[in-house]
């Protein structure tokens, strides 16, 4: 049976199959910071929607860090904030993360039903394609911006769905739209993530969030995938 692909060009467009595999998708920067935090032994991810939530849900969770951020910027009263850099392995090595970042908690929130949840970003691009590629049904979920289209996770999406029908995967309309959008190179990665909109408005906040889009523009710089 050939495997089939499908795009959603935000959180709330369409339901997920009951039994598909979901790539969440935000580049810039959850699915980047939490395939790093997955990497240094941290985990399982709890995402929140709200702030509010994620502080409701540390009760539920002993020892858990609450992490995310609100325009960019980690919130008052939460451990970490959403920049890769922080999570490294003796930070949340064998700890829960609560994850409320603005965009990226609610594509992986859309992922309910679903029978892998994998965070897929530049960074584990390959790791991701090799995770899924074999899978019937995959969907894969952009973050976007507030319900809005964003230009760096549909192409992380068209990515992977050029590779995937270079498979033999039949793809959706909306895969089959964004496959033209796909990065030809790690030059092309790198030139749209800090060019996009969201890496423009994260660059203007200061230096350590340039490093932040900088690293986020990297290709297959961490060699692994994850199941939430």
């Known amino acids: 049976m050939a495997v089939r692909v499908s795009v959603r ?8 199959p009951a039994g598909g595999t979901v790539v969440a998708v935000d580049v810039l920067r959850a699915t980047s910071v939490l395939t790093v935090a997955l990497a240094h032994g941290a985990g399982p991810i709890v995402a929140a ?38 999570y490294g392995p003796a930070v949340g090595a064998g700890r829960t993360l609560v994850f409320a970042s603005t965009n990226g908690s609610q594509a992986l929130r859309a992922a309910v039903g679903a029978r892998r949840v ?31 289209f964003s230009l760096e996770d549909a192409a992380m999406a068209g990515w992977l769905a050029e590779r995937l029908a270079a498979r033999g995967a039949r793809l959706d309309r909306a895969a089959a739209l964004v496959r ?5 190179d790690a030059g ?12 423009r408005y994260l ?16 290709l297959d710089t961490v060699g692994r995938a994850f199941v939430l």
């Open 180 to 184: 033209d959008l796909a990065p030809r």
């Open 9 to 16: 060009l935000t959180p709330a467009v369409g339901r997920v």
């Open 118 to 148: 994998l965070p897929g970003a530049f960074v584990n691009a390959t790791a991701v394609l090799e995770a899924v590629g074999r899978d019937e049904e995959i969907v894969v979920i952009c973050a976007g911006k507030l319900g809005d």
């Open 188 to 199: 092309d990665v790198r030139r749209l993530v800090q060019g996009c909109a969201h890496g």
């Open 49 to 86: 929607a709200t702030p509010d939530e994620a502080m409701a849900l540390r009760a539920c969770h002993p020892g858990a860090l609450v992490c995310g951020e609100r325009d960019g910027r980690r919130l008052p009263g939460f451990d970490l904030g959403n920049s890769p850099f922080e």
């Open 203 to 218: 660059r203007s906040l200061g230096p350590d969030y340039s490093r932040d889009v900088e690293f986020c523009a990297g």
